[in-house]
């Protein structure tokens, strides 16, 4: 299938590895050009040169907004605009209700939340003013199904679903769609620290846990022409793992 973006300009947030990277991944297949972001600077250098097709590699730190505004910023001026937006960011650490203290839903918030709107209200006006444009954020199943472990992170996923459904509304008009994909258990590094891979996918009912190369087709779909009547949803990519009907 052609997607119909090849030339699009798009800015792929935390793609250094894992999810980022497997959506930056499946945008370049698709003739897109684009830029990724992560905190280091050979670590992004190298994931660009892997990626090859003149992905441009940019050094920002996405758990404040600043860094999250000057991404957007590098890359409108790196592309010449930025047509697609991937916000993705790292996830927050593991904690109960019990062990999250203030400053950890702080951080969650700010990282996990407010970095995402920092990086649409940065795009997202001009997506508007050209009459196209795609957003797609990188959640989490804990959006379906809070996730008792990952506490601080469950309740800023769950504010960013919102914020990002509102802002599918408003911008809808003007041919800008905003959906977010929301990952179940996926072989990525983040994973990896958090736990066996091996014990996880016995509580997924696939029977396997999830690739990054696959989501990210997943991501580039929600990017592409024949996805603009898609708006303000979310796509869950779990392996069933999710049980509730919603
Ligand atoms: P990962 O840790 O494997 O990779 C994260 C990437 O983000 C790396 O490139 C890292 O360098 C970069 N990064 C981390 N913090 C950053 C920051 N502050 N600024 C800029 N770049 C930063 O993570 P992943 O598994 O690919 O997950 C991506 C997102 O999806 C995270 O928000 C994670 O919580 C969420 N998620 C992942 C899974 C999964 O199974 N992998 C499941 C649910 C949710």
């Known amino acids: 299938m052609d997607l119909g973006i090849a030339g699009r300009r798009a800015a792929v947030g935390a793609a250094s590895t894992g999810l980022g990277y497997g959506a930056a991944e499946a945008l370049v297949a698709e003739g897109v050009r684009v830029a990724i972001c992560s905190r280091d600077e050979a670590r992004i250098r190298e994931a660009a040169e892997r990626l090859g097709n003149g992905v441009v590699p940019i050094v920002a730190d996405l758990s404040n907004t600043d860094g999250a505004t000057g991404f957007v910023r590098d890359a409108e001026r790196a592309l010449g605009g930025v047509d697609i937006l991937?916000?993705?960011?790292?996830?927050?650490?593991?904690?109960?209700?019990?062990?999250?203290?203030?400053?950890?839903?702080?951080?969650a918030l700010e990282l996990s939340m407010l970095s995402t709107v920092a990086l649409c209200r940065q795009a997202v006006p001009a997506m508007r003013e050209r009459g196209w444009g795609r957003v797609v954020a990188i959640t989490s199943s804990g959006v379906r199904q809070p996730i008792r472990f990952l506490a601080g992170s469950s309740a800023a996923r769950a504010a960013v679903t919102s914020y990002l459904k509102i802002l599918a509304t408003e911008a809808a008009p003007d041919g800008v769609t905003v959906n977010?994909?929301?990952?179940?258990?996926?072989?990525?590094?983040?994973?990896?620290?958090?736990?066996?891979?091996?014990?996880?996918?016995?509580?997924v009912p696939a029977g396997f846990v999830g690739d990054a190369g696959d989501f990210g087709k997943v991501v580039a779909f929600l990017c592409s022409e024949p996805a603009r009547f898609i708006t303000g949803t979310g796509v869950l990519v779990d392996g069933g793992a999710c049980v509730g009907l919603l």
């Open 86 to 107: 991937v916000a993705n960011a790292g996830g927050p650490p593991p904690g109960s209700v019990d062990s999250t203290d203030l400053d950890a839903y702080r951080a």
């Open 180 to 203: 977010s994909v929301q990952p179940g258990l996926h072989a990525t590094d983040r994973i990896r620290a958090l736990g066996n891979l091996e014990q996880a996918a016995r509580s």
